[in-house]
Nanobody, 120 residues
Framework: QVQLVESGGGLVHPGGSLRLSCAAS????????MGWYRQAPGKERELVAT???????NYADSVKGRVTVSRDNAKKMVYLQMNRLKPEDTAVYSC??????????????WGQGTLVTVSS
């Protein structure tokens, strides 16, 4: 069993910053691509940012220049630093990981999500 647990969401004013963290745990052999997706009310889930095990990153156009994804492979953590937040960034942010477990099974895992609200 593999789990992802996010933390760091909350209420922030427009222009503010927030850092999300995601911890992976369980019978993990390797974590491949990890990242963040978000879903705003009434909208479909969309990519925010991903990072490969080698550190290659990919960002949605809507967040480029404002958001940085990073990871700590030793700690099995992935982070999302968000700056200059806008009201349209309000959403539930979910952590994602492509996992290989100790049985060599490969699958995708999602966290429960953490709410980010950008409002004055």
């Amino acid at each position: 069993q593999v789990q992802l647990v996010e933390s760091g969401g909350g209420l922030v004013h427009p222009g503010g910053s927030l850092r999300l963290s995601c911890a992976a745990s369980g019978s993990i052999r390797s974590l491949n691509t990890m990242g963040w997706y978000r879903q705003a009310p009434g909208k479909e889930r969309e990519l925010v940012a991903t990072i490969t095990s080698g550190g290659y990153t990919n960002y949605a156009d809507s967040v480029k220049g404002r958001v940085t994804v990073s990871r700590d492979n030793a700690k099995k953590m992935v982070y999302l630093q968000m700056n200059r937040l806008k009201p349209e960034d309000t959403a539930v942010y979910s952590c994602y990981a492509a996992v290989m477990d100790i049985s060599f099974a490969s699958f995708e895992v999602w966290g429960q999500g953490t709410l980010v609200t950008v409002s004055s």
